[in-house]
């Protein structure tokens, strides 16, 4: 199949703002489906409210737009309902770890099989520029406009510390690495999770003083390395990028098949 027959052509052009890295992220994620081979009917992509959400809606997959901060909680159903389906869950960063902390600690702790993309761009888009759990100490916000006060948690350290077993990130900069990223994040037998750095040049990138979309793309370029590379010892201001954590663990759906077979046997 070509990219093309995996999305919902009458549905665009997209709404995202210009210069959003959230449609980068839309084509890194089909190119990895299409790499992987994967029927779109296997395939169910949940998301919940906010810029991030509206890549289900161009998606030619069998997809849910549900409530904000609570897409993990309808894929958590999706999946144990139907194990054999691939679910893909694409999330803003206020989306999965504000109102959705709670279900994405759990998601990753009961080890389910599914794919969670935090696109995170650092601030809330869609209703106006509010900051988020990640915007970070001193960023501006409309609802930090004299700075942020809040300081911002590590996805990365989130994930693994709630006991997820694929734990991985990258940016909008590094399209290739994103795309292999996801890859190995859907075939991956447990909860994956992809932390995507996402420019959003409209409300952060304005607000702060970060540049457009360009400047912000260089600045991924510039404040990230790779894992375990040396610069990070003279600099410990940059941001790693790759995989964290990658290792097999008893899949949720799969141990709770077994629970039923051993009840059913008792009896």
Same mark, same amino acid.
């Given at each position: 199949?070509?990219?093309?027959?995996?999305?919902r052509e009458r549905?665009?052009?997209? &709404?995202?703002?210009?210069?959003?890295?959230?449609?980068?992220?839309?084509?890194?994620?089909?190119?990895?489906?299409?790499?992987?081979?994967?029927?779109?009917?296997?395939?169910? &992509?949940?998301?919940?409210? =906010?810029?991030?959400? /509206?890549?289900?809606?161009?998606?030619?997959?069998? @997809?849910?737009?549900?409530?904000?901060?609570?897409?993990?909680?309808?894929?958590?159903?999706?999946k144990m309902s139907?194990? *054999?389906?691939?679910?893909?869950?694409?999330?803003?960063?206020?989306?999965?770890?504000?109102?959705?902390?709670?279900?994405?600690?759990?998601?990753? /702790?009961?080890?389910?099989?599914?794919?969670?993309?935090?696109?995170?761009? $650092?601030?809330?888009?869609?209703? =106006?520029?509010?900051?988020?759990?990640?915007?970070?100490?001193? @960023?501006?916000?409309?609802?930090?406009?004299?700075?942020?006060?809040?300081?911002?948690?590590?996805?990365?350290?989130?994930?693994?510390?709630?006991?997820?077993?694929?734990?991985?990130?990258?940016?909008?900069?590094?399209?290739? *690495?994103?795309?292999?990223?996801?890859?190995?994040?859907?075939?991956?037998?447990?909860? @994956?999770?992809?932390?995507?750095?996402?420019?959003?040049?409209?409300?952060?990138? $304005?607000?702060?003083?970060? =540049?457009?979309?360009?400047? &912000?793309?260089?600045?991924?370029?510039?404040?990230?390395? $790779? &894992?375990?590379?040396?610069?990070?010892?003279?600099?410990? *201001?940059?941001?790693? /990028?790759?995989?964290?954590? #990658?290792?097999?663990?008893?899949?949720?759906?799969? *141990?709770?098949?077994?629970?039923?077979?051993?009840? $059913?046997? #008792?009896?």
């Amino acid at each position: 199949m070509a990219v093309k027959d995996y999305i919902r052509e009458r549905f665009f052009p997209h &709404m995202w703002c210009a210069g959003c890295g959230h449609g980068i992220i839309l084509n890194a994620l089909l190119q990895a489906v299409d790499n992987l081979g994967l029927n779109k009917k296997d395939i169910v &992509m949940v998301s919940g409210i =906010g810029c991030s959400a /509206r890549i289900s809606g161009y998606v030619d997959f069998h @997809s849910m737009h549900t409530l904000h901060g609570r897409a993990l909680a309808f894929a958590t159903g999706v999946k144990m309902s139907k194990p *054999e389906l691939n679910v893909i869950v694409p999330m803003g960063d206020g989306d999965a770890l504000a109102i959705g902390g709670n279900h994405f600690i759990h998601a990753a /702790r009961r080890n389910i099989e599914m794919t969670a993309i935090v696109m995170n761009n $650092r601030i809330y888009g869609m209703t =106006g520029g509010q900051f988020s759990p990640l915007s970070g100490y001193g @960023s501006i916000g409309t609802t930090a406009p004299y700075g942020n006060i809040d300081h911002a948690f590590d996805i990365v350290d989130l994930a693994v510390a709630a006991g997820a077993t694929f734990v991985a990130r990258t940016t909008t900069y590094h399209i290739h *690495e994103l795309s292999d990223l996801i890859q190995q994040a859907i075939v991956h037998k447990g909860f @994956s999770m992809l932390e995507v750095l996402s420019q959003c040049p409209t409300h952060f990138g $304005r607000r702060n003083k970060a =540049g457009d979309a360009v400047d &912000m793309l260089k600045t991924y370029k510039n404040r990230t390395v $790779r &894992m375990g590379s040396d610069k990070i010892k003279t600099d410990p *201001e940059l941001i790693e /990028r790759g995989v964290f954590v #990658k290792k097999d663990l008893p899949e949720y759906c799969r *141990e709770y098949d077994q629970l039923i077979l051993k009840a $059913r046997k #008792k009896k």
